[in-house]
Nanobody, 125 residues
Framework: QVQLVESGGGLVQAGGSLRLSCAASGRTFSSYTMGWFRQAPGKKRDFVAAISWSGSRTYYTDSVKGRFTISRDNAKNTLYLQMNSLKPEDTTVYYC??????????????????WGQGTQVTVSS
């Protein structure tokens, strides 16, 4: 069983930065693909970023490329999302997720088996 606990969300002005953290429990953390998704009320859950087991491969949705950086520290069982140059359209709830799956479908929410509780990010204009 994997449990994910997020932190780091909050209120920031446009152009500012936040770092989201996702602490994972479970001995198999290092073997899991990890991802970040975001979902506003009434909207579908959208892919943001993903990172492979070792951290050697990272993936981003086009709208965050060059602004967000996903990373992981397997020794600490923690996933991070560094969010820079934030825009009002980044405002929503962010979720971390984990899956033993590896392949080209990392951007599909249903591929992930475990989810965090979500953390609110609000970017004011």
């Amino acid at each position: 069983q994997v449990q994910l606990v997020e932190s780091g969300g909050g209120l920031v002005q446009a152009g500012g930065s936040l770092r989201l953290s996702c602490a994972a429990s479970g001995r198999t953390f290092s073997s899991y693909t990890m991802g970040w998704f975001r979902q506003a009320p009434g909207k579908k859950r959208d892919f943001v970023a993903a990172i492979s087991w070792s951290g050697s491969r990272t993936y981003y949705t086009d709208s965050v490329k060059g602004r967000f950086t996903i990373s992981r520290d397997n020794a600490k069982n923690t996933l991070y999302l560094q969010m820079n140059s934030l825009k009002p359209e980044d405002t929503t709830v962010y979720y971390c997720a984990a899956t033993p799956y590896s392949g080209s479908d990392y951007y599909i929410a249903r591929v992930y088996n475990y989810w965090g509780q979500g953390t609110q990010v609000t970017v004011s204009s």
